[in-house]
């Protein structure tokens, strides 16, 4: 069975999440965009076996300590989709406009895209490809948990921003209406930032995104 711990990270408050198997206690940290102590210190914590790096997308808040976590642990980095690769160019230059002092380029070993499948211990994330807010952005999903963790694709009562290199308001709409809503209503998910929610309730009453809005 699938678990999972929330640890919020950096000024941001971004949230990196712990996804582990219960019963092998492998276990894959999602999007560790800085704070690499307190998410190592965590993980010591649960005492679990981190065996990748999962990440949702390639903004610095989001992937500034993944080269600090991959190393540590020694282990690989899959996502996210190859057309975030220029987000990862940019993390050096990025670091000390906002604070990230730790923050270090990295190389991914393996991109994801709509369909692939990322596995560690006996859980298996499907992965969904929803750009708009970076056009390389991907989605976990966890079906048998019906978890998934969004990034900053959608959040609980709002959306992902567009207005930063090449992301796009109507891409985002898109990836949403119809790559995650059709997931089904009871389908909790993860933010990269905030509360939890379901895609039942933000269909209901988001307002940039929910079944009234046209």
């Known amino acids: 069975m699938l678990q999972y711990k929330i640890i919020p990270v950096t000024p941001f408050q971004q949230n990196c999440t712990v996804f582990w198997c219960d019963e092998t206690k492998q276990a894959a940290i999602i999007d560790p965009g800085g704070d690499a102590e307190l998410i190592i210190s965590e993980i010591a914590k649960l005492n679990v076996n981190v065996v990748k790096v999962l990440l949702t997308h390639a903004h610095i808040d989001h ?4 080269q600090a976590i991959s190393s540590h642990f020694n282990i690989p980095v899959e996502g996210p989709h190859k057309e975030d690769q220029f987000w990862i160019d940019l993390i050096p230059e990025q670091k000390d406009r906002f604070g990230f002092a730790d923050a270090e380029a990295f190389t991914t070993d ?56 090449r992301g796009d308001h109507a891409t985002l709409i898109h990836s ?4 995650l809503f059709p997931l089904g209503d009871e389908v909790r998910f993860i933010p990269g930032h ?7 309730k933000e269909r209901q009453s988001n307002p940039f995104v929910g079944d009234h809005v046209c």
Do not use: K
């Open 63 to 66: 992937a500034g300590a993944t």
């Open 110 to 165: 393996r991109w994801l895209t709509q369909g692939d499948t990322v596995s560690f211990g006996n859980i298996d994330l499907e992965v969904y490809f929803c750009p708009g807010h970076t056009p390389g952005h991907v989605v976990f999903f966890h079906r048998q948990s019906q978890l998934a963790q969004v990034g900053d694709v959608i959040f609980s009562g709002s959306i992902g921003r567009t207005d930063f290199p």
């Open 176 to 179: 949403i209406r119809e790559n």
């Open 194 to 200: 905030g509360p939890m929610s379901t895609f039942g």
